[in-house]
């Protein structure tokens, strides 16, 4: 059965995630299948990465310690695991949800998540992890791979779960901004969402007329408008003025929404854009 797949940890992010896979899930009518993955981090490196400086004259008890240390480490990381997985389940109960899996597992996010969730209708994902420097508004580490990565829509949870109901589409005319705005047209995911189209920068009035036309036979409040401009500026303060919930975007366009997804800009959208990310290749 397709399911939607909700990636926690123990950031400040896990509840908003938790809240847009609910928010999600309600709408397609799937189930959720939580997954914490115990990945190693380098700024919290075990006790064994010291294990190479004790020297030839170490005695085998030190040694024979340090890996019971490390043992009881992953332990306790096991038990945190199951017990957030735990706590995230109770909170997707309380939200209606009533098809929940979870999956613990060793190794890296995105290995995973290819090699084990190829049939997964969305992922969601937080903006940040545990790992991100929140003083320096770091993105997390594994977001881009993922959404370079996934052959399915990535939903990047924000900071904070807000009602969603408008939704902002980016749109230059590309096949996966056409691909994305057939998904907003058909998709029970955006159904009756106050939907507007917008192009930043020069528009071709066929494309504009396309997307018009699409998106008005199933959103009856749909507004398609051309704003000059760089779409890293544009999309931002057009979101925040006119109080947008939710921003749909394709992964891969070509001109300037291109570079969305393939530089520096990337990182500076995510940042600047206070609600949660939609994104389909």
Known sequence: MTTLFACIDDSRYTHSVLDHAAWAALRLGIGVELLH???????????TDFSGSIGMGASGALLT???ALDEQRAKLAMEQ?????????????????????????????VDILEAECADRALTVIGKRGVAADFAKL???SNLERVLRTSGQPVLVASRAYRAIKRLLVAFDGSESSRKLVDMVAHSPLAAGLECHVIMAGSADAAHMGWAEERLRESHAACQV??????????????AETHGMNLLAMGAYGHSKMRELFLGSTTTTLIRRCLLPVLVVR
Do not use: M, N, Q
């Not at 408008?225 to 999309?235: L, S, T, W």
């Open 81 to 109: 695991g199951r017990r957030l997985l735990d706590a995230a389940c109770a909170h997707l109960a309380g939200k209606g949800i009533e098809s929940v899996h979870t999956r613990l597992r060793h190794g890296e996010l």
């Open 225 to 238: 408008k051309v704003i000059p401009g760089d779409a890293a500026d544009v999309i931002p303060a057009y």
């Open 37 to 47: 993955v115990l990945e190693r981090h380098p700024e919290r490196a075990s006790l």
């Open 138 to 140: 770091h993105l997390g």
């Open 65 to 67: 310690e340090l890996a």
